[in-house]
């Protein structure tokens, strides 16, 4: 069955880049979404269609799609960035909206 | 202003049923498919079910297929989830999820937990 699959764990310093992968089969044959997750919180959308980002989203996160993997980027990375960002994509065999495990970004 | 709130969440024995009903405002409901996503404790974000706006095509993830019932009001702007033969492995936040259109969930509700235990 399709599956997503994302680092558990990314670290980057304040100011810096940071990137996130989601790889799964024949990825860049599909749409692919980001979301972001503060403690407590409920996930909020910040890439959608790969590379689209909704209002309201800064430009310093962006998204790519291509071979087998799909990478968020947060360019300039802030404290207030610390999250959980989870991947998701459809898979169109089972008509499933699936997510990635998840990966935990810590700004330090 | 978009708004999604759920409700009917609680504490459960293992076996029993439970429904789960979701508020939406802000826009027209008809319009729009939905899904449900919940998240273990610690853990994931899980889809398992969708439901395209009028209702007609439905479809749930393995882990709760043959259990739980996703359905829809349009005319009562609501979203249901019936749960029944409930396992301790159920426990979760649901939240209630507006599908974009463009295969992504731009609109999320504040989740409602959901605790299956003796």
């Known amino acids: 069955s399709f599956e997503l699959t994302q680092p558990p764990s990314v670290s980057v310093s304040p100011g810096q880049t940071a990137s996130i992968t989601c790889s799964g089969d024949k990825l860049r044959h599909k749409s692919v979404c980001w979301y972001q997750q503060r403690p407590g919180q409920s996930p909020i959308l910040v890439i959608y269609q790969n590379t689209q980002r909704p209002s309201g989203i800064p430009e310093r996160f962006s998204g790519s799609n291509s071979g087998s993997s799909a990478t968020l980027t947060i360019g300039g990375t802030q404290p207030m960035d610390e999250a959980d960002y989870y991947c998701q994509a459809w898979d169109s065999s089972t008509a499933w909206r699936l997510f990635g495990g998840g990966t935990k970004l810590t700004v330090l | 202003e978009v708004q999604l709130v759920e409700s009917g969440g609680g504490l459960v024995q293992p076996g029993g049923s439970l429904r789960l009903s979701c508020a939406a405002s802000g826009f027209t409901l008809s319009t729009y498919r939905m899904n449900w996503v919940r998240q273990a404790p610690g853990k994931g974000l899980e889809w398992i079910s969708y439901i395209s706006g009028s209702g007609a095509i439905i479809y749930y993830a393995d882990s709760v297929k043959g259990r739980f019932t996703i359905s829809r009001d349009n005319a009562e702007s609501s979203l249901y989830l019936q749960m029944n033969s409930l396992r301790d492995e159920d426990t979760a936040v649901y939240f209630c999820?507006?599908?974009?259109?463009?295969?992504?969930?731009?609109?999320w509700g504040q989740g409602s937990l959901v605790t299956v235990s003796s």
């Open positions: 999820v507006r599908d974009s259109g463009g295969w992504s969930f731009d609109y």
